[in-house]
């Protein structure tokens, strides 16, 4: 007899979060100011106020060893994580580091892992206290970081008439990534092989901007870290703060740096879509009055009313805007 | 050419913790009061003790869908992780969930995981507050659990001529895991199968003991919970306050149930074996002053001067003690 296929119920990843969150329900709004649906959690313990976040890089999802070492793995994870307490504005106190490794893993490859982990936590000031190491059939790395802060920087604060800042660049990782699937066997100049190193370095080694992140707490309205792409996250914070992001590819196009130009034309790729949809560089996005505006933001766009994200071309047109990505 | 095999080097997880701590520092012990080798961490923010933890529940090393549902599988790690701060003498805060899915996972099998995590969240007054959903190719739950606490209970503080005390049954989920996958076909008469669902049941849905945990505090001079087995933790608390713990047989034999005895017996295994090695039933072992003693625990034992475990045997004689098992 013939094994019958029974389709697989799956729903998109928003959908089964949603349905997770009513499932869980809603905790009590003192002790939880902030649950599910923002870069972090904030927690109230006595009189401070905790930012909490998880965050996992599998093997094969998050990461390839044909393409980054153990230690940028180590490293990249570590970032990713301590990004999201970042942007909501607060101060990192220290992370747990939860390792799942496959029988095969050798010392060597571990302890390279968590040299990345500790390269990453002296950098950020941000010390590993703890953990878990467990048997698994692939390798993966799950940091859950802990801050703390006043007022935390949500999504949902954006307001018509703000700007939209962007602290950091947008696309390196993204090129990085394509550049290492594509092109590095090919021969290029002096001055691409240096873009490309520069690239390439974004996407295994992205830096949480910490200290950017508590520069704008006070100023910005909202705030988020750019994880899955510039689109993507603006529409986030379009969606959590009921605002149209308008963002100008000219202003985008004219802050990028050589480095993405360079690299884009060779492997023959728009930078601008490399700085649109490129995810994974954690750089911050960010909405707020003119007169706030931290020296190191540039504007990208302005809040508008109505909802989602447009994209002004070079000749002031609205570009239709591709979706963010899902993990599944 | 034959393809020449490596071997794979990797030390014990013993010998992996050290090296990793060593890896990532000691960090500041104001600010962390307690790092990484107790059940928990320690870390200080204002005038509070956060004690934080973190966990990993693998599919195929932590337990099997043969044997337990998805919903058991979310009640099950999320107490498993909560005990650990429970352990501390701490209150519970919250939670936070990374769950990793392979796409062959459906929406009913998660939402039923999620659907034990929530009980069991609510069963110990502990919201998950946050998480982060991710491919991966094996089900994985890695909860994080965040409490606090004025002083934290330790495993290095057991001091000769203190007694031993244990809180709730060991042996019982060892028990119902040997029964699951020995007997569950077999016929059995209507009181072995109660004790067997009793077996199975604190298998499937251990209980964290958060107020023992809590009653512990400031009676106790160590404590962890039971979740390696009663001889392996004793060596822990053994090991970190540099005395011998040694265990009374007869004890841990008088204050055993009628379950235990039941399900051994129908299995041809000893029930000591179960209470002294079998892991998960996440009871509570603690040292401390005969005045102090909790009216929940029972005495199976007392410190002595001394290294490592003891079993003192029904005859009087000291018995032989196995190590505590290692997960890889």
Redesign the interface.
Known sequence: LPRQITP????S?FA??A??GK???V??AH??PV??GDD??V?R????Q?V???????E???FKRALMSFSDVGFRSFNAAVSDVGAMGASV??A???I??P??????E??QL??G??EA?KELDC????????????V?V?T?A?G?VKKPLLRDGARVGDEIWLIGAVGLSAAGLAWLTKRKRMRSSAALGRAAERCVEAFRRPRALLMAGRALNGRATSAIDVSDGLVADAGHIAERSAVRMSISAAAILEQQGEDLSLVSKALGRSALDFALYGGEDYALLATGARRNRPQSARVIGCVEPGRGVVVVDTHGRRASVRGGFE??
């Not at 909490?52 to 599998?58: A, C």
């Not at 029988?103 to 060597?108: A, C, E, F, P, S």
Request: no cysteine.
């Open positions: 697989i119920k799956r729903s990843e089964r979060i349905r997770i499932i869980l329900g905790p009590n002790t939880v649950g599910i972090a959690a927690v313990v006595g009189k401070e905790l909490w976040t998880t965050d996992s890089h599998v094969g999802v998050h106190v220290g747990l580091s939860a799942a490794l029988r095969t893993l050798t010392d060597k571990l302890f968590v040299e982990q500790a936590a010390p590993v206290i703890g953990g878990n190491l467990a048997r698994a059939r692939e993966s799950t859950t802990l703390y993990h599944f």
